[in-house]
């Protein structure tokens, strides 16, 4: 069923749904970004519809959406909605008919964050080097959070646009110097496999911390991604974000070679709003370059920081958008 336009009497529902953390907007017009948005602990309801409930009844006066669009963290498959890093499991059919709902979309949440790209404008954005974003030409989309999320975003004939989601947080680590492969033999010893995830995340910036420690035989206390990124100034924490954003480099260069995104590379995520200045003076941008005989095709692929509060609602506004359109 194609969504009704949305009113103020009778909004679209977006939300973002990650491992930690559900936020939720209404649309209210055609276009507009969303408003009434609100954050709620995932932990704290037992699935997406007690949630939404809670968030209507809470933050938006009761009102009783048409149609909703949700961004999950994880892949999306059939009528479950499941979370990679959060344990909900519930249905998008029993959530509509909870909800009272006409229709519901659910998708990635990075796939939403792709579809958010062409809606960003300058301030939303942070450059970290780089020409300028090309229009109408391949994106892609990538960040550090609970977990690390990937999608790219193909351009369409006029202006259209598909995301591509997938689990590209899941590939292998790009260790390219001594100190970094220390990092991932220690990791191995301790679990086994180590993916990209396990170090370019909120749990993977403490692991990475920890393994420094290790290097350097100093003791350190186990600290979450919010007290390393608030402790710049101490030395072990420092070399953790360094290192941290030199890896987070490497990867962003393999997304952008795998996808061919010429028309930029976007970073967004939990962590990265928290370090703007450590990431733009950090070698994230050389390694990034640093693709051997690809070096002067990535030189030319912006790099940009999204700062924008909630971009993922924007994209599930645009998801919306494209199904009342057609």
């Given at each position: 069923m194609t969504p009704a336009p949305p009113t103020a009497q009778r909004p679209w529902l977006v939300a973002d749904i990650g491992g930690t953390n559900a936020r939720f907007g209404l649309v209210e017009e055609p276009g507009a970004r969303p408003s009434r948005v609100h954050t709620m602990?995932?932990?704290d309801h037992g699935d997406l519809a007690s949630a939404a409930s809670a968030y209507l009844e809470q933050a938006a006066d009761g009102v009783r959406p048409g149609a909703a669009c949700v961004a999950v963290a994880g892949p999306v498959e059939g009528?479950?909605?499941r979370l990679t890093n959060a344990r909900w499991d519930c249905s998008a059919a029993d959530t509509r008919r909870r909800l009272g709902l006409d229709r519901i979309e659910v998708i990635n949440d990075f796939a939403a964050l792709a579809l958010s790209l062409p809606r960003l404008d300058?301030?939303?954005?942070?450059?970290?080097g780089g020409p300028p974003p090309a229009p109408k030409k391949p994106m892609a989309v990538l960040g550090p959070g609970t977990g690390l999320g990937v999608a790219g975003l193909l351009p369409l004939g006029g202006s259209g646009w598909i995301p591509v989601p997938g689990e590209g947080g899941h590939v292998n680590v790009p260790a390219a110097d001594d100190r970094e492969i220390e990092v991932l033999r220690l990791l191995r010893a301790e679990q086994g496999t180590v993916t990209a995830e396990c170090l370019l995340s909120g749990p993977g910036?403490?692991?990475?911390?920890?393994?420094l420690a290790q290097i350097h035989g100093v003791p350190a206390h186990e600290l979450s991604a919010a007290r390393i990124c608030a402790a710049e100034d101490d030395g072990l924490c420092a070399e953790a974000l360094e290192v941290f954003c030199a890896l987070l480099g490497g990867f962003a260069g393999n997304v952008a070679l795998t996808l061919g995104a010429t028309g930029g590379v976007f970073l967004g995520g939990g962590i990265l709003p928290r370090i703007p200045a450590v990431l733009q003076h950090s070698g994230f941008r050389r390694r990034f370059e640093e693709?051997?005989?690809m070096t002067d095709y990535v030189k030319d692929i912006a790099t940009m920081l999204i700062v924008a509060p909630t971009p993922a609602l924007l994209g599930a506004a645009a998801?919306?958008?494209?199904?009342w359109e057609r």
């Open positions: 602990a995932c932990a009528d479950r909605i300058g301030d939303d954005l942070l450059s970290l910036l403490t692991r990475l911390h920890r393994a693709k051997h005989r998801r919306l958008d494209q199904r």
